[in-house]
């Protein structure tokens, strides 16, 4: 019985680790972003026009240029010479935008003639329920009578037809404008939603990409609205169709965008349960100076939600897994509902790395409101110190003697001035401290440059650490002088530090260096392209073989042209019979074009190169292609005939 509660207990852990969460939402920037660009939808397509129109009043935008939209739908209504399902699919879109225009306080004066017609007509058996949905939602949009009864059996023959996730997205859409017994087509969302793909654990989408995803999860939301019948959507799925879509918010096509703010809006704006992002406000970075950490809880849209208490979990040290602080309480920012900050340094953490385990519960009492995702979130944010490096111990000695060599103690930020040439080796220590502490610490980068006064040219070694905490280099001058190019002169010498969780990078010029180098040595030339544009290659064509003598070529050449002589001269005796020869264009054309191909290749042999001639072949062939072609099909009916 322990065993199995034990097993239990383990099991519930681990779940709880892996536990989905949001750490995004639509920021203010991205909702600028998205405004701009559907403020600057074109006219001419009334799909784009009115998914653009809705997506600016989720933003909270009134309808753009007003008048000229009223105007582009009385034009396009007049000139439309479509029929059938597109007649009604423009009508859509022409009474959404009407509506919108007149919501805006603007009357937009429109004649739909026999539009109510035209919907009614197609909501039939047989139809499509793409082109059901625009009719049901037309007649929506007209302030038109909707026939339940009718769009029902029109919907139920369409998903009997096709019951693709998006036909029933479609369907399941128009059936949120109807009344009645819904509950056959509420039914359907699990059997939908059972259907999509999952990615990493952590995506949800449907087969088609983001606009199908989009459309079905909208669609379900939809009808449970209409409904007021929580959607059965197990929390993990929509957590992950939350994530599929938030990863896709850096779109730039207004039809995504629209469609991305509509199912934000489904999945912010429901009465069942709401998404929860919980994302860092504060810099990743904390210190002394800055000791609060401060996260960001809202909904997907980036509004405030009601009440909330959120909790830190644990703190976790991701070098060593220490737990610095648990179950610590967020204060409630006062100027902004949605902010809530911990004094994350009263725990005294130690420098490195921290992941944060944040819980939130909602304060709201009555409706209570369902959060999801409110559990495991998870922030890293670095605890940074400052590096404090008191002296460096510096040292010239033979390179062949053994004993320690003498060292002269620098104090930061002093300099001193050293010589050394081939024959002697220098060598540094130095320890790294904590100032918080004032413990020795480790640091990711620890180098030491030495930069030669005149050219400006570096050579940078890497200061590696001891078993004691400390840093050392160890330079043999004449071993190293290749990397100096030889150059005797005086160096300028820099200790670097730094580090990821170091606030201060240290970088103390602790000695001006006098490096001699063998005198018999020369000089290497320093890559004069290093920092330089380097000269542009030019391809260069394999220089002409020698050609034989203008004798032997010529002989050549009228040897070849004797068959050609003697068919000119058979023709004149015996006569030629064009009689079956077709005079059309493809005939003509492809018989110039062939004499141009010949030609082409004889100025190819006399002067033309390999590319200038393929320039030209491509012009010439293709026509003579196509005339070919053509004659070759003639003359093949012909023969068939």
Known sequence: MDLGFGILVLLCFA????????????????????????????????????????????LGVSVP?????????????????????????????????????????????????NAEAKFNGALVPGTRSEVILFATGGLKFLG??????????????AIKADDSPLSIAHALKA???????????????????????????????????????????????????????????????????????????????????????KVIQSLSANKFHIPVAVSLA???????????????????MGKSLSKLTVTADTA?????????????????????????????????????????????????????????????AEIEVKVVTEAVVESIDLGVSDKEQSSVPKTTKVQYPNKIALEADYHQRLTGRFVVTDKSTGQAMAVHQAFVRLTNVKTKQDVIYIAEEDSTGAYKFDLDVAAKAKEFNNLSGKYVMELIIGDAIVGNP?????????????DDAIPSKADPYRYAKRPEIKHLFREPEKRPPAFV??????????????????????????????????????HVGLTAIFGLYTCYFLKLNMFVTLRYLGIIGIPTFLFGNKLLSRIAARKKH
């Open 316 to 376: 976790r040290h991701l070098g060593d897994d220490a737990v610095v602080l648990s179950k610590k309480l967020f204060s409630a920012s006062a100027s902004d509902p949605s902010l809530f900050e911990l004094e994350f340094m009263k725990a005294k953490p130690a420098h490195g790395f921290y992941q944060i385990s944040i819980s939130v519960t909602s304060q709201q009492q009555e409706p209570k409101l369902k959060l999801l995702g409110t559990v495991g």
């Open 65 to 113: 240029e007003s008048e000229k939209i009223c105007q582009s739908v009385k034009s396009k209504l007049a000139g439309q010479k479509v029929q059938g399902d597109e007649e009604v699919e423009l009508l859509f879109y022409s009474a959404f935008l009407k509506m919108k225009v007149d919501e805006s306080g603007k009357k937009c004066d429109v004649s739909f003639g």
């Open 553 to 590: 070529s010529n002989l050549f050449t009228a040897m070849l042209a004797v068959p050609v002589l003697i068919l000119f001269a058979l023709w004149l005796k015996i006569g030629v019979n064009i009689s079956n020869f077709p005079f059309s264009l493809s005939a003509i054309g492809f």
């Open 282 to 300: 504060s810099s990743v970075s904390v210190s002394q100076k800055s000791p609060q950490v401060a996260v960001r809880v809202t909904d997907l």
């Open 175 to 261: 059936a949120s404008f109807l009344k009645g017994d819904l509950k056959k087509y509420f039914d359907l969302i699990e059997d939908v939603i059972a259907q999509s793909d999952e990615i990493d654990d952590k995506y949800s989408q449907f087969e088609g990409g983001f606009i199908v995803t989009a459309d079905i999860v909208d669609a379900a939301y939809a009808l449970a609205g209409a409904m007021d019948l929580a959607p059965t959507l197990a929390e993990d799925k929509v957590l992950k169709f939350a994530n599929y879509f938030l990863s896709r918010k850096h779109t730039e096509t207004r039809e995504e965008i629209a469609y991305l703010l």
């Open 506 to 518: 240290v970088m103390w010029p602790v000695a001006d260096i006098q490096l001699t180098f063998h």
């Open 15 to 58: 779940l709880s680790c892996q536990a989905l969460t949001l750490s995004t939402f639509l920021t203010p920037a991205d909702k600028e972003r998205y405004k701009a660009r559907l403020l600057t939808a074109p006219h001419d397509d009334f799909k784009i026009l009115a998914k653009s129109v809705a997506g600016l009043s989720i």
């Open 144 to 157: 038109a009578s909707i026939d339940s009864g009718k769009v029902m059996a029109a919907i139920d023959a």
